[in-house]
Structure formats: structure tokens, C-alpha cells
T-cell receptor, first 114, second 115 residues
Framework: QQQVKQSPQSLIVQKGGISIINCAYE??????FPWYQQFPGKGPALLIA???DVSEKKEGRFTISFNKSAKQFSLHIMDSQPGDSATYFC?????????????WGAGTKLIIKP | DVKVTQSSRYLVKRTGEKVFLECVQD?????MFWYRQDPGLGLRLIYF???????EKGDIPEGYSVSREKKERFSLILESASTNQTSMYLC??????????????FGPGTRLTVL
């Protein structure tokens, strides 16, 4: 119940195409869903996040779509660029005592072909 | 800008050695975390700390211990390194979870190889 399942494990997209990464969860106590982006040799960094009271959040070319009834959320990267090549992690936040913990997906390695 | 620094980018140790990984954050964050990252397994939480001298086990604490003597510093200790602890180790910090989930800021990671 604490898991976040992420797919696909790797993804190759042509430059200019749409990259889509999916995540699914079971625990309805999760209340915050961030996506992190990690470039080689760097730690992950927050890219975009959504709360379950909205169905979509857009920031530039990056959009999170959230389906509460299906317990799924996805990251869409429009007009994908070679600079978007990175590993992407979805996560879900759950309250632990007086703090919050992030439960992480396994990651998706995205390669944008020029 | 939040900065999280880790003492080493690359480390090579021998089986049975005691290994110290240091992490320092400069933004007065309450919470600090240690993860290990392995291909296909994502980020797995080893230990976290929400206050000085406080520590909580994460999902995979076996073989590890931690120390937080000062707010800005969180150390991960491998008491007797084993080959299955070869991994990328990431430290993160966050401000304070009391008001809701907040952003975790990561260091660049330490790639540890145990021979």
C-alpha cells in the first residue's frame, strides 16, 4: 500500500515529441505528488508537483495530469528537447507523525533523440 | 539558494571497513534524509532525522547508522562495509514538514564502491 509504481523504466522520444511517464498508487492517504528530475552526476531536483484537489497542473512544457479515482498521475513533456534527457522520479507524500515522508517511484530514464 | 554538500563524490573502500559519509546543508532545515539509489529500485530511504540528535529508521536501515549532532550536519555510517552496499548515496534536506509536504533538496551524491 505504500508503493508508488512508475512506468516505463526507460523511454526514448524524438525531439519535438511528447514524453509521457505514468505513476500509480494505492494509498488514499497520499496528499501531495511531486515529480523530480535528475541529471547525470547531480541529485534529484523538484520539477513540478500537484495536490489531489486538482486534475492538472501545467508549468511551461511540463504538465501533471492527476486522476484521483484511478489513483494515477502522469507527467507529460511537450515538445521534448535533448536537454530534457534525464531520469524522472514520481513520488507521493504521506504524513508520518508530525512530519511528511516521500514514497518514491523507481524512476524513468528519458532519452530525447535529436 | 539551498545548498546540500556531501563530503565525497567518489569513494572506494574495502569489505569490513568503517565508512563515514558526511552531509551538510546551509539553509537551517529541520529535516535531513539519507537515501541510496540503485538502478531500477529508485530512491530507498535509509534513515532520516527531524531534529538534532533525533533519528528514525527508513525502509532499509540494516547495516547503517546515522548521527546528527548539529542541525546542519547529518552523517551516515557503514559500521562494516559489505559489497552489497556498493551504491549511490544521496543526502537531502527539507525545511519543516509540519505545514505539509515540502521540497526535498538533494546533494550531488556519493558513489561508494566496496571491494
Amino acid at each position: 500500500q505504500q508503493q508508488v509504481k512508475q512506468s516505463p523504466q526507460s523511454l526514448i522520444v524524438q525531439k519535438g515529441g511528447i514524453s509521457i511517464i505514468n505513476c500509480a498508487y494505492e494509498n488514499t492517504a497520499f496528499d501531495y505528488f511531486p515529480w523530480y528530475q535528475q541529471f547525470p552526476g547531480k541529485g534529484p531536483a523538484l520539477l513540478i508537483a500537484i495536490r489531489p484537489d486538482v486534475s492538472e497542473k501545467k508549468e511551461g512544457r511540463f504538465t501533471i495530469s492527476f486522476n484521483k479515482s484511478a489513483k494515477q498521475f502522469s507527467l507529460h513533456i511537450m515538445d521534448s528537447q535533448p536537454g530534457d534527457s534525464a531520469t524522472y522520479f514520481c513520488a507521493a507524500s504521506i504524513r508520518w507523525d508530525s512530519n511528511y515522508q516521500l514514497i518514491w517511484g523507481a524512476g524513468t530514464k528519458l532519452i530525447i533523440k535529436p | 539558494d539551498v545548498k546540500v554538500t556531501q563530503s565525497s563524490r567518489y569513494l572506494v573502500k574495502r569489505t569490513g571497513e568503517k565508512v563515514f559519509l558526511e552531509c551538510v546543508q546551509d539553509m537551517d532545515h529541520e529535516n535531513m534524509f539519507w537515501y541510496r539509489q540503485d538502478p531500477g529500485l529508485g530512491l530507498r530511504l535509509i534513515y532520516f532525522s527531524y531534529d538534532v540528535k533525533m533519528k528514525e529508521k527508513g525502509d532499509i536501515p540494516e547495516g547503517y547508522s546515522v548521527s546528527r549532532e548539529k542541525k546542519e550536519r547529518f552523517s551516515l555510517i557503514l559500521e562494516s562495509a559489505s559489497t552489497n552496499q556498493t551504491s549511490m548515496y544521496l543526502c537531502a534536506s527539507s525545511l519543516n514538514g509540519l505545514a505539509g509536504a515540502d521540497t526535498q533538496y538533494f546533494g550531488p551524491g556519493t558513489r561508494l564502491t566496496v571491494l
